[in-house]
């Protein structure tokens, strides 16, 4: 049995025992870590990276080689203001390296606060990854290449991508990224559609009148808007339609579907390297019962039909399988590729506005006719991710911890 004295003695000796350290800062570990290894410090700042309204830490550091005025490629550190850190490193584009990195704040073209890292290789290859961040890493929201035969741009903000191809012979990019406009030619747009991870879809994908333009007299007389959702291990498309004269399908058969108003989805099926297309026609009838078949049917003849949802009168809802929509390989995509392959596909939506005797308007993700060839983009995030991941085949970046080294990091 305890006595008072007892009691007394436990207080003291719990009232003695010291707290628990708190983990020492970003700012305090680096320059501890620095000054110890006798880093060159090239870029240090502040910036919100992950939207929490608190200022995560950025650090850009080298080393002196033993060859004189030669330094080691530099290392891109973030520091969370919730306690993760990530360094980014160059090498992942062959001969190239990363440059140190700047921010970009809020602007009429750009809603987030950004960190632009620049990369380059001798080849004359360029290259421009725009950055948030979450407790996982780093989150990819646009990105620039260029090198001598093409500029690609990919908006995952606007959701826009943009390919410029050009003669190598000629037309040089000059620093900034110019084109000589005799060899340019036109830029290939589409949408680079956005599935988010988390429970909010993505705003509206850019569509455009692909077909029918003389007959389309505006986003009144006829509209889709395309939002997607990550579910697991499915996507899910939302998909508006606006249009003024409603022509529903008369029947489930292919014949009654084409004639009336309906949704299409194109996608590639790869299969050991080589593709085909795959169709996806969706209405709904009179009574309002949603129907759906396979225009292009997938390779596997015993492929069911997606789940297919009308949740108001203007509004579907298709359930995909990543599986069955998924792009090629990251062993079959170009190692300059910025874009997470195994997170990207190609697919395209679009709305056909009928009047009963076949199609007046096709509204699309692309600007071009849909016709298997030719398709819009597809970004499916992480779950819980508003954007996806920043492939490691890129800029080969990894988790830090307290006790790691600013030497282990350099490549």
């Not at 080689?65 to 980014?88: D, M, Q, Y």
């Not at 830029?187 to 994908?205: E, H, I, Q, W």
């Not at 007959?215 to 508006?240: E, H, M, P, Y």
């Not at 030719?374 to 991941?389: G, K, V």
Request: contains cysteine.
């Amino acid at each position: 049995m305890l006595t008072l004295h007892g009691f007394s003695l436990l207080g003291l000796l719990v009232t003695a025992t010291p707290a628990a350290s708190a983990p020492q800062s970003f700012g305090a570990w680096f320059d501890a870590r620095a000054k110890a290894e006798k880093a060159f410090v090239r870029e240090r700042f502040q910036v919100d990276l992950d939207g929490d309204d608190r200022d995560d830490d950025v650090a850009c550091y080298v080393f002196e080689t033993p060859k004189e005025w030669v330094t080691t490629a530099p290392v891109i550190l973030v520091g969370l203001a919730t306690g993760e850190r990530f360094a980014l490193r160059g090498q992942g584009l062959g001969p190239g390296f990363a440059e140190c990195p700047r921010a970009l704040l809020p602007s009429t073209m750009n809603p987030l606060k950004i960190l632009l890292i620049e990369m380059s290789a001798p080849t004359g290859f360029r290259a421009e990854a725009f950055l948030r961040f979450d407790k996982k890493g780093p989150l990819l929201t646009s990105s620039r290449t260029l090198d001598q035969r093409h500029i690609r741009i990919v908006d995952l903000v606007r959701q826009e991508a943009e390919l410029i191809s050009f003669e190598a012979s000629n037309a040089t990019p000059t620093d900034g990224g110019d084109i000589d406009s005799g060899q340019e030619s036109p830029p290939v747009r589409s949408s680079a559609m956005l599935a988010s991870g988390t429970k909010v879809p993505a705003p509206p994908a850019p569509v455009w009148p692909s077909w029918g333009q003389k007959d389309w007299a505006g986003f009144s007389d006829a509209n889709l808007k395309v939002q997607w959702l990550r579910k697991g291990d499915g996507v899910t498309l939302i998909a508006t339609l606006q249009d003024d004269h409603p022509v529903p399908a008369t029947d489930t058969r292919v014949k009654a579907i084409l004639a009336a108003d309906h949704l299409e989805l194109w996608w590639r099926e790869w299969n050991a390297g080589s593709a085909r297309p795959v169709r996806l026609g969706v209405a709904r009838t009179a009574d309002g019962k949603p129907v759906a078949t396979w225009l292009q049917p997938p390779d596997r003849k015993d492929t069911p039909l997606p789940p297919v949802r009308w949740t108001a009168p203007d509004r579907m809802e298709v359930d995909l399988p990543i599986s069955w929509i998924r792009g090629r390989t990251p062993a079959e995509t170009l190692p300059s590729d910025l874009e997470p392959p195994s997170e990207r596909t190609e697919l395209t939506v679009a709305f056909s506005d009928n009047d009963g005797r076949g199609p007046e308007t096709l509204l699309s993700t692309t600007p071009k006719r849909p016709d298997g060839e030719t398709f819009s983009f597809l970004f499916i995030a992480e779950p819980d991710c508003p954007f996806p991941r920043l492939s490691k085949r890129v800029l080969q970046w990894v988790p830090v911890s307290q006790g790691t080294t600013l030497r282990e990091l350099v490549w």
